[in-house]
């Protein structure tokens, strides 16, 4: 078994990327994904290992196929989950259907999905029967390889609260080698 030890953040962005396009930074997706990078800068101690460092980047004018379909399946080889930022704004993209499917299908990585537009965690579920909220449920039409395929893998849904991604990130049952059963689960209220 391969040593996996980074968190692949898969996120949308308007095709074609360009990280130093304003358009990509101003994507809630993306902006998420920054603010979990500063984070990490902030506080070493931060468990964020980001997998996008773990290769070279990839530049927008590049092959598909050839560099960046291979770079992205690398990445998610030595990633030990993925860090799913779905919002009102993500879109089915090509990269994103690649990398869930690629990363579930193939690779079983447990999935902590991170909701930007929400703060708290009664935001996610309802706190008196403990279920996730329907409107909740419906993000998952933005992104259909996800929500067919999630029950493949354990996954936990959370509001975009740091101590929150904290808990997640250091939770072994959301490692792919030490992943509990395939299931929704959450912070309860």
């Known amino acids: 078994m391969s040593y996996k030890n980074g968190n ?74 993925i860090i799913l930022f779905l919002s009102s704004v993500t879109k089915n993209s090509k990269a994103l259907r690649e990398e869930i499917n690629y990363g579930i299908g193939t690779k079983g990585l447990p999935v902590i999905v991170v909701y930007p537009e929400y703060k708290n965690k009664s935001d996610i579920i309802y706190c008196e029967s403990n279920t996730i909220k329907r409107g909740i449920k419906d993000l998952w039409d933005n992104l259909p390889s996800f929500r067919d395929s999630m029950a493949e893998v354990p996954t936990i849904h959370l509001p975009f609260k740091k101590d929150l991604i904290k808990n997640a990130l250091n939770d072994k049952d959301f490692m792919v080698n030490s992943k509990c059963s395939a299931s929704a689960y959450f912070y309860k209220c």
């Open 8 to 81: 692949y953040s898969a996120f949308y962005v308007s095709e074609p990327f360009s990280e130093s396009n304003l358009g990509a930074s101003a994507t809630k997706d993306f902006s998420s994904y920054n603010l979990l990078k500063a984070w990490k800068a902030d506080d070493s101690s931060f468990p964020f290992n980001d997998s996008h460092n773990k290769n070279y980047n990839v530049r927008d004018g590049s092959d598909w196929e050839k560099t960046l379909k291979p770079r992205l399946h690398e990445r998610l080889s030595n990633s030990k989950n």
